[in-house]
């Protein structure tokens, strides 16, 4: 409703209030001559009170009528309460229902009144109210805010006192609809549509109201603003701010004034994320022990986090890196002191020390997070990519299976499907081996449920291309990429994360075991290119004036795109932002015969024959259809793109 029918609507309830009271008064209707004129002069007092005041600016919608109708309901069942007792009393009251309808007016308005001074007074906000006649001016102590968002979003942000965590001053709202301009939330007013942003911030600026902060409580807003605009904003010294996750808020103490964070420059590049349920994931994770190798890396330690946040019962953190050991488990200490958790200096390829602390441990839930996965090192040191990526795969499956632990989680990537290095071959083989320690897999039929997670880059992950455009930008260039036309899928950290758990959640939920690999819901894939031209944006640069992009040729084993579904796989969706990748055929099991002559190879530090067996057993994972055969031989297989071992560059 506009303005204009707001104020039309305020002055017909006035006229009304005053014939009720006057009839109330009268015990007869007014509509003589001087009634009405008394009515009317009140409506008219009461739009001159409209105009001064200007009520019509606090949408309707955001009164709370939960509250109101509950106090309306106590005193309606007192009014009826009291009615029951005087009749079975036989007492006589003066007035009969008139009295009864004002008692009930009276009571609903005065608790209503009381609850309403009581809420002022503790906001600090009742001798503002009483005074101020237009909408509350920034405080000049405080640093200007300007917030982004739906307007139901806006008000109940500025209606609950610890948000602004008494930071910010808030100077006014922008919401997707132009109709809202002109309304006031909580004393702020809509200053206009999002689309006005550029013109709301130069009136803000000439009014001598330039915000020292933007808030967003979208992420669409934020994805529609391009990398120029919030770069120029970065430029100016404004601060892009949103509220907490979930994850940062489970954490104790975050509230207050943690409320808002800064946008992380991960945020700023993604796409806008995909919203999952998280119940699914407490339920598989709470009461749980669960087990987190590399928990000291990026995605490791993400997931130990949003493990913690959801109350295992033990959390056990293993890692061969002591310094991200160190980090993490002090982290996690000081967000969740409660939380029972140990600590586990380990490496993966020690298949004796796994066996120690899985047997002392007895994790239910095991995240095998840990493994080599930068594409050019362990390109070079291939031997090193199948002892961790392979055998410590293979060593956790193992430990995680002789301790009885009800369901393991391979991390994986993309550059698994097709692989063209060696680090995509070892992920490929790993995916098989640990899959062959399933349930199900052994005459049995016992055991462990084995989950494969799939995804491709995480914004902002060791050894991702962001933290070095990043430096390459703060050195003032060039920016370094291999080729034009590379592109990757990206997401952010905590959502790849998410979408990992919900993935294993929905996986241990199945009746049937997995048949498939679980590939997360990537978006489109993005070019690196344009990746690099949106981070010098983003810091108010231009590209190709400010700061060069070069072009230095693709590195061994890197292709041009990547997939997350291979030749001789089928996809098929599982949930929202969940695929389930499926063999088209059952795969052909690694034999441990090859297993170990792979093993013997590494060991010896054979780097040529390593690549030649890790790229045979590729090829066999690779089956797209049995081909039969006459003979008493065992059937072959038809490979489509048969793979050559990457080779290193002199």
């Not at 907490?244 to 946008?263: F, K, T, Y």
């Not at 690999?517 to 949106?534: F, H, Y």
Request: with cysteine; glycine share 8%.
């Amino acid at each position: 409703m506009g303005r204009i029918g707001k104020i039309a609507a305020h002055m017909v309830l006035a006229l009304a209030a005053m014939l009720l009271a006057q009839a109330l008064a009268s015990g007869a209707l007014p509509f003589t001559a001087s009634g009405l004129t008394l009515a009317a002069l009140f409506a008219v007092s009461a739009l001159a009170v409209e105009i001064l005041f200007q009520v019509e600016r606090s949408p309707w919608r955001f009164f709370a009528a939960s509250d109101g109708l509950r106090l309306a309901r106590s005193a309606l069942l007192s009014v009826l309460t009291f009615a029951l007792v005087a009749r079975l009393a036989e007492v006589r009251q003066p007035g009969g229902l008139r009295t009864l309808a004002v008692a009930f007016l009276l009571q609903t308005a005065l608790l209503a009144g009381l609850r309403i001074v009581r809420r002022a007074v503790h906001e600090r906000a009742l001798v503002d109210a009483l005074t101020r006649l237009r909408p509350a001016p920034a405080s000049p102590a405080l640093p200007r805010l300007l917030i982004v968002g739906s307007a139901n979003e806006a008000e109940a942000f500025l209606r609950a006192p610890a948000a602004l965590g008494e930071r910010y001053a808030p100077v006014g709202v922008l919401t997707p609809q132009a109709r809202e301009t002109g309304d006031e939330l909580g004393g702020v007013c809509i200053l206009g549509a999002i689309d006005d942003f550029d013109a709301v911030m130069a009136q803000l600026r000439d009014g001598g109201l330039q915000p020292s902060a933007v808030l967003f409580l979208t992420d669409g807003p934020l994805s529609a603003f391009g990398a120029e605009r919030l770069g120029r904003l970065k430029t100016e010294g404004v601060r892009l701010l949103r509220r907490q996750g979930l994850v940062d808020m489970a954490a104790p103490g975050a509230g207050g004034g943690s409320a808002l964070r800064e946008i992380s420059l991960e945020e700023l590049l993604s796409r806008a994320p995909v919203r999952l349920d998280p119940e699914p994931v407490r339920a598989l994770v709470a009461g749980k022990r669960v087990l987190v190798t590399g928990a000291g890396g990026s995605i490791g330690s993400e997931l130990a986090r949003q493990i913690a946040a959801s109350s295992p019962a033990r959390l056990i953190l293993l890692d061969a890196a002591e310094a991200n050991l160190f980090h993490i488990d002090r982290e996690l200490g000081e967000a969740w002191p409660r939380l029972p958790r140990r600590d586990v200096l380990c490496d993966v390829r020690d298949a004796a020390r796994l066996d120690q602390v899985f047997a002392a441990e007895k994790p239910e839930l095991v995240f095998h997070a840990a493994a080599l996965k930068h594409v050019t090192l362990v390109e070079n040191h291939p031997c090193e990519g199948v002892r961790t990526n392979v055998l410590g795969s293979r060593n956790v499956a193992a430990a995680a299976k002789a301790c009885g632990a009800a369901h393991l989680a391979l991390i994986s990537t993309d550059k698994a499907v097709a692989p063209a290095s060696v680090m995509g071959a070892t992920k490929r083989v790993a995916e098989a081996v640990v899959r062959q320690f399933a349930k199900g897999s052994d005459a049995s039929g016992s055991g462990t449920r084995v989950s494969v997670v799939r995804f491709g880059n995480v914004l902002g992950s060791a050894g991702s291309v962001v933290p070095i455009f990043q430096h390459q930008i703060a050195r003032g260039g060039p920016v370094t990429l291999t080729d034009a036309e590379v592109e990757r899928y990206f997401m952010t950290i905590p959502e790849a994360v998410q979408l990992v758990l919900r993935a294993v959640a929905l996986s241990a939920g199945d009746l049937e075991p997995p048949n498939g690999v679980l590939t997360l819901e990537m978006g489109e894939p993005v070019k690196i290119i344009d990746l690099a031209r949106r981070m010098i944006e983003l810091q108010g640069l231009v590209p190709g004036r400010d700061i060069e992009i070069k072009i230095t040729g693709l590195r061994p084993g890197e292709k041009l795109t990547e997939a997350l579904v291979d030749v001789n796989e089928t996809a098929r969706p599982k949930a929202a932002g969940i695929t389930e990748a499926a063999p088209v055929v059952p795969l052909p099991p690694i034999s441990a015969a090859a297993l170990a002559a792979l093993e013997a190879a590494a060991l010896a530090g054979d780097e040529a024959v390593v690549r030649e067996r890790l790229f045979a057993l590729v090829e066999g994972l690779r089956t797209v259809s049995p081909t039969p055969t006459t003979s008493g031989k065992a059937p072959t297989a038809e490979i489509h793109g048969k793979l050559a071992p990457a080779r290193t560059q002199a």
